[in-house]
């Protein structure tokens, strides 16, 4: 009887000799196989199912950690480019019209982009060299959006979207009365706010706010905390002396 080639019996000589153990069918390999434990090798079955079971997970662009090193200026060259850029946007947005500073800022990325493409043109035919494009590697990644993340998105938003629109509801219909007076007080201060400021001087102010108080916070956090508790007393007080003089109010909480 003639004896396998070693051509037939090199596939299992070269798995038995690495030592690692061939994974079942359907994903019944060994669990430190699987690449949410930070392994290199996996089957494909498990690849399969753990992309799938992250994939219909929602999608979110900035995570909280991200934001919350962001204003504590816990890098500070990320942070710093950040509120340099959108400061400098909206400062813009306040001396020009919104179409005047969108359309200097593509043609400042269109020169920067053109520039760049002829210059790297020159060179290549200069030194006589086959680079190729030099976006290429930006040209090829994939940014398509699917349907299920766009889904995700949509979802994640219509949560938002429909809590808001209950506050709104609950607000403007009176359910709670003290809720809508504060509404009211709050709109009536506004007024004077507006008088004053426009819109992009408080986005503004706001960003300003947004990059200075936490770290302040950060940094007196046990005299503003003890400052803070005073006042949130005395507007406790506050409340609770015109919710005893409301009539309707005094009768549903004695109910």
Known sequence: ??????????????SSSSGAEPSAPGGGGSPGACPALGTKSCSSSCADSFVSSSSSQPVSLFSTSQVHDLIFWRDVKKTGFVFGTTLIMLLSLAAFSVISVVSYLILALLSVTISFRIYKSVIQAVQKSEEGHPFKAYLDVD?????????????????????????????????????????????????????????????????????????????????????????????????????????????????
């Open 1 to 14: 009887m003639a004896e396998p080639s070693a051509a037939t019996q090199s596939p299992s000589i070269s």
């Open 143 to 255: 940014i398509t959006l699917s349907s299920e993340a766009f889904h995700n998105y949509m979802n994640a938003a219509m949560v938002h979207i429909n809590r808001a629109l209950k506050l709104i509801i609950r607000l403007f219909l009176v359910e709670d009365l003290v809720d809508s007076l504060k509404l009211a007080v709050f709109m009536w201060l506004m007024t004077y706010v507006g008088a004053v400021f426009n819109g992009i001087t408080l986005l503004i102010l706001a960003e300003l706010l947004i990059f200075s108080v936490p770290i302040v916070y950060e940094k007196y956090k046990t005299q503003i905390d003890h400052y803070v508790g005073i006042a949130r007393d005395q507007t406790k007080s506050i409340v609770e002396k015109i919710q005893a003089k409301l009539p309707g109010i005094a009768k549903k909480k004695a109910e």
